[in-house]
Antibody, heavy 121, light 108 residues
Framework: EVQLVESGGGLVQPGGSLRLSCAAS????????MSWVRQAPGKGLEWVSA????????YYADSVKGRFTISRDNSKNTLYLQMNSLRAEDTAVYYC??????????????WGQGTLVTVSS | EIVLTQSPATLSLSPGERATLSCRAS??????LAWYQQKPGQAPRLLIY???NRATGIPARFSGSGSGTDFTLTISSLEPEDFAVYYC??????????FGPGTKVDIK
């Protein structure tokens, strides 16, 4: 059974940092691209970042480029999102999602339950 | 950048009725369009990929059609568990993998 379990969310002040983790199980982690998708309270889905199965290729939405870094440790079956210089508009539930391909192409056939990030003073 | 629009924003129907949801792309995405369902407090669930292919375990009452810029998700007969928000997503133009704003299907 495929499982994706996010952690690391919480309350952080503007300008602060957080690192999200997504522990994966039930599939060959390195064979699939992974993405982070976020959802602000009461809003729709926003793609944030993606990484290839090998970790060699990464992609970012313009809204987070230069502030967020996606990475993965295939030996630990874990996906990460390092978030720096956080802003109020980054407040959202962050989902990790498994791609159906080894390269980031979408769609996403499995999603985690999400972790809430709140940026507020 | 490809922009997706969904209509209507809200669809009010009764169980057993047919639901027809639209997704339009600002430029052609070929058949590279997916549909997701999201219920309150839950993660999205993949329903349809590449315009018309049902994902694993998705009931046959869900069907997708279209190509180019105009796509449709049809729920042939609404079950109580189908009342949710539905999002389309394109994978033709990268990045980003844009999502549409969503259509909420609620109970009339």
């Amino acid at each position: 059974e495929v499982q994706l379990v996010e952690s690391g969310g919480g309350l952080v002040q503007p300008g602060g940092s957080l690192r999200l983790s997504c522990a994966a199980s039930g599939f060959t982690f390195s064979s699939y691209a992974m993405s982070w998708v976020r959802q602000a309270p009461g809003k729709g889905l926003e793609w944030v970042s993606a990484i290839s199965g090998s970790g060699g290729s990464t992609y970012y939405a313009d809204s987070v480029k230069g502030r967020f870094t996606i990475s993965r440790d295939n030996s630990k079956n874990t996906l990460y999102l390092q978030m720096n210089s956080l802003r109020a508009e980054d407040t959202a539930v962050y989902y990790c999602a498994k791609d159906v391909h080894v390269v980031p192409a979408a769609p996403y056939d499995y999603w985690g339950q999400g972790t809430l990030v709140t940026v507020s003073s | 950048e490809i922009v997706l629009t969904q209509s209507p924003a809200t669809l009010s129907l009764s169980p057993g009725e047919r639901a027809t949801l639209s997704c339009r792309a600002s430029q052609s995405v070929s058949s590279y369009l997916a549909w997701y369902q999201q219920k309150p407090g839950q993660a999205p669930r993949l329903l349809i990929y590449d315009a018309s292919n049902r994902a694993t375990g998705i009931p046959a009452r869900f069907s997708g059609s279209g190509s180019g810029t105009d796509f449709t998700l049809t729920i042939s007969s609404l079950e109580p568990e189908d009342f949710a928000v539905y999002y389309c997503q394109q994978r033709s133009n990268w990045p980003p993998r844009a999502f549409g704003p969503g259509t909420k299907v609620d109970i009339k």
